[in-house]
């Protein structure tokens, strides 16, 4: 699930990382998914197994919050509008909500893998 990313790199170097973030700031607002009233792990894809799983792992409550911030998104495309300024998601509340669950289980499935694939030798005697 997950991709390569660049953040790491970025953010271990001050310098790229004060160029950097003027541009991802500009970026992250042109994306438009705040204004929707979305967080950034509402645009994560779900045909994925890991990501339908960590689905599943979600607290109800927020699953059901998760549930009505893409059904109101919908709504506000379907009307070619807007949030108001009071009910778009403001950049403090923008959280990761299920990227931690995807890593968890990503690291089950790796573990399980390694686990599968370990050859055990009983020592002669």
């Avoid at 645009?43 to 689905?55: D, G, M, Q, R, S």
């Avoid at 950049?91 to 893998?113: C, F, H, Q």
Wanted: proline residues 7%; aromatic residues 8%.
């Amino acid at each position: 699930m997950s991709a390569p990313s660049l953040a790491g790199y970025i953010m271990k170097r001050p310098w790229l990382k004060r160029w950097m973030m003027p541009l991802a700031k500009w970026y992250v607002d042109a994306a438009g998914y705040r204004k929707l009233g979305l967080k950034v792990d509402d645009l994560i894809p779900e045909e994925n197994e890991v990501v339908l799983l960590a689905l599943k792992r979600l607290p109800p409550k927020e699953a059901y919050d998760r549930v009505f911030r893409l059904r109101r998104a919908f709504q506000c495309s379907l009307a070619h509008q807007l949030l108001p300024k009071d009910q778009q998601t403001k950049p403090e509340d923008d959280d990761m909500y299920l990227t931690p669950i995807i890593k968890e289980i990503e690291a089950e499935i790796r573990e399980k893998e390694d686990l599968e694939a370990m050859v055990v030798n009983r020592r002669k005697k």
